[in-house]
């Protein structure tokens, strides 16, 4: 059975995520630059909802 190719947004090559024995999350990526990323390509349903609240 041959393996899916995973494909990443060009703005995250090189991005690993790991969990050490801790179970604490280790990344190559700053958390900051993780944030940034989100920022502007996810949306935040919570904001979204509050917008329409004051509406």
């Not at 991005?15 to 604490?24: R, T």
């Amino acid at each position: 059975m041959p393996k899916k190719k995973t494909v990443y947004h060009e703005k995250l090559k090189g991005f690993d995520l790991k969990i050490n024995p801790f179970g604490e999350l280790e990344s190559g990526f700053s958390i900051d630059k993780i944030n940034d990323f989100l920022d502007h390509q996810v949306e935040d349903k919570k904001l979204k909802q509050s917008k329409e609240e004051e509406e």
